[in-house]
């Protein structure tokens, strides 16, 4: 016999005996009160009857009579928006109300922060002089002096010891680059 066999026969059963237990407790007459025998350490409880009184459901209000429904002109399938209903009167005079404002941002949208790293400096006087090290994070390590133009967008407007700074080709957007460690 296969696992799988055995498992299916070993569940076959188990079910038919629940069902038989099932079938043999619901016979359909209440057990006679005289034969529950008390649990150990239970207390004693009254009997529950039915003898309680039904209550008047008053089911007058929900019927609703033919012609007086009124008319409803909302469909949920549709995208519209609401008719305005007229305010209800009020004790209190009406008072103006006075729209604030919209601020609008003035001038040209801020451009993004300049993406590089400023990874190390090369001092060579006799040469070059100060060479900045400048990295994008994803491999590509760029050079450049004073005045040089990095990656054909952003020039190179000051080498320091610990600070580079650099600006968009245009000259705005200038930015300082501390010195970064990797």
Known sequence: MTPLTRRVRVIGGAGLGLFAVLVAG???A???AAARRPV???TARA???NDSAVVDLRLHPLRITPGASE???RNLFRFESRAASAPAPSADPPQERRELPVAVPSGPPALPPIPLR???L???PAQAGRVAVLSDGRGNVFYGKEGDTIEGRYLMLRVGPISAD???LDGRGRQTIRLSGQ
């Open 118 to 120: 400023y990874i190390g």
């Open 26 to 28: 619901c016979d359909g």
């Open 166 to 168: 650099l600006s968009y």
């Open 30 to 32: 209440p057990e006679p």
């Open 47 to 49: 009997p529950v009857t």
């Open 71 to 73: 008319s409803v002109e």
């Open 40 to 42: 150990r350490g239970a």
């Open 122 to 124: 090369l001092d060579a």
